[in-house]
Every structure is written in structure tokens, then in C-alpha cells.
């Protein structure tokens, strides 16, 4: 429970730092944005998890659903806490840095240590095997399904994500195309990597 609560953290300050330095948002971003352009919602904080009166909500609590009729064990305590403590996250760097990141390099430098942070984060709320975020719960469910690779869902589903959310409107930028190529890779070695150190 611990680890998986230290894991939405980080993974809030990973979002908060890849969304100061405003080089284009996740994919699953980039769709809540394309569809609130469409409808009445507000995004809310700019995070992928859910958001009380926000889109997001709505998004998280479909996923929920999806993930209850796959395998309801996933479904803990977690999956409701998890928004919370991905907000204190993002509104950590939101008061460490109040200002937007300028420069040729800083930016850059900002994305991607936000997209280190993010992809372990990830990690942790996966290995802690405690519940998980709506969103990870989400691929995993799709995971248990196909049988494919949790990097292989993942870049499925945010190609998809991606595509939707383009053609409705969203914000794309290389931050999206790196957190595209990078997180489900990323976290999948990661969380092997704590397997065969802790639990072996």
C-alpha cells in the first residue's frame, strides 16, 4: 500500500514536471483535452488520473467498470486514492516552480526527468501489486485479456488514445512522442528489475 502511494506520487511529480516544461503532453492527455473541446468538461489539474468534477472522473470511473468485470481483484483502495496523491504530486512542482521553464535546454532537461520519474512511478504502483491507478489498472485488464506484453498494450492503447485525441483537437508536441517511445518500455524493465531484487 506504502510503496504504491509513493509510487502515484511520483509518478504526479513526473507529470508535473513533463507538463511545466510544455513540450506536449501524454497521450491520454492529449484525448481528455481533444474531447473537452467537444463537450461541457473541464480538465481540471493536468493529470491523467481522475479529478473530482473534471473529465477525468468520468474517464476513471469507465475504466474502473471495465476493470471490475475483467478481474475485480485489481480494484482496491488504491484505484480511488490514487488521483489524490498524483495531484500533490503535480502541485509540488506547481509551487517549486511557479513560473514556466524558459531556455534552449532547461525545458528538455525538465521532460525528461519527468518522463524518468513518470515511468517509475509507474513502476512502483506495478510492483507494489496493491491495486493500481485506474489508468494502469485499465491496461493491465487489457493485459489479462490478450496475453500481450504490458509495453505492447500500452503503446497500443496510446497510439489509439493519441489519434483520437489529435484528430479532436488536442495538443501534440515531442514530450507526447517521448512518453509515447518511452514509458512502457521503461516501466516494464523497471519493474523486473525490483522482481529480481526483492522478491527473488
Same mark, same amino acid.
Given at each position: 500500500?506504502?510503496?504504491?502511494?509513493?509510487?502515484?506520487?511520483?509518478?504526479?511529480?513526473?507529470?508535473?514536471?513533463?507538463?511545466?516544461?510544455?513540450?506536449?503532453?501524454?497521450?491520454?492527455?492529449?484525448?481528455?483535452?481533444?474531447?473537452?473541446?467537444?463537450?461541457?468538461?473541464?480538465?481540471?489539474?493536468?493529470?491523467?488520473?481522475?479529478?473530482?468534477?473534471?473529465?477525468?472522473?468520468?474517464?476513471?470511473?469507465?475504466?474502473?467498470?471495465?476493470?471490475?468485470?475483467?478481474?475485480?481483484?485489481?480494484?482496491?483502495?488504491?484505484?480511488?486514492?490514487?488521483?489524490?496523491?498524483?495531484?500533490?504530486?503535480?502541485?509540488?512542482?506547481?509551487?517549486?516552480?511557479?513560473?514556466?521553464?524558459?531556455?534552449?535546454?532547461?525545458?528538455?532537461? #525538465? *521532460? $525528461?526527468? %519527468?518522463? @524518468? =520519474?513518470?515511468? !517509475?512511478?509507474?513502476?512502483?504502483?506495478?510492483? &507494489?501489486?496493491?491495486?493500481?491507478?485506474?489508468?494502469?489498472?485499465?491496461?493491465?485488464?487489457?493485459?489479462?485479456?490478450?496475453?500481450?506484453?504490458?509495453?505492447?498494450?500500452?503503446?497500443?492503447?496510446?497510439?489509439? #488514445? *493519441? $489519434?483520437? %485525441?489529435? @484528430? =479532436?483537437?488536442? !495538443?501534440?508536441?515531442?514530450?507526447?512522442?517521448? &512518453?509515447?517511445?518511452?514509458?512502457?518500455?521503461?516501466?516494464?524493465?523497471?519493474?523486473?528489475?525490483?522482481?529480481?531484487?526483492?522478491?527473488?
Amino acid at each position: 500500500m506504502m510503496i504504491a502511494a509513493i509510487g502515484c506520487l511520483v509518478l504526479g511529480i513526473g507529470i508535473g514536471l513533463c507538463d511545466h516544461a510544455q513540450l506536449g503532453t501524454d497521450p491520454f492527455t492529449v484525448l481528455l483535452v481533444g474531447i473537452q473541446r467537444h463537450i461541457r468538461f473541464t480538465i481540471g489539474t493536468k493529470t491523467v488520473s481522475a479529478t473530482i468534477g473534471s473529465l477525468n472522473l468520468v474517464v476513471a470511473l469507465l475504466m474502473i467498470l471495465f476493470d471490475f468485470l475483467v478481474d475485480r481483484k485489481m480494484i482496491s483502495i488504491v484505484s480511488f486514492l490514487a488521483p489524490f496523491f498524483t495531484s500533490v504530486g503535480i502541485d509540488l512542482i506547481g509551487l517549486l516552480f511557479p513560473s514556466p521553464v524558459h531556455g534552449q535546454i532547461t525545458p528538455f532537461i #525538465f *521532460l $525528461l526527468i %519527468g518522463e @524518468l =520519474l513518470y515511468a !517509475t512511478g509507474t513502476s512502483l504502483c506495478i510492483f &507494489a501489486n496493491a491495486g493500481y491507478d485506474p489508468y494502469n489498472s485499465f491496461l493491465i485488464g487489457i493485459q489479462k485479456l490478450t496475453g500481450w506484453k504490458y509495453k505492447t498494450v500500452r503503446w497500443t492503447v496510446e497510439i489509439v #488514445f *493519441l $489519434l483520437v %485525441g489529435y @484528430l =479532436l483537437g488536442g !495538443t501534440v508536441g515531442i514530450g507526447t512522442a517521448i &512518453a509515447l517511445l518511452l514509458t512502457a518500455p521503461l516501466a516494464e524493465r523497471m519493474v523486473s528489475f525490483l522482481k529480481q531484487k526483492w522478491l527473488l
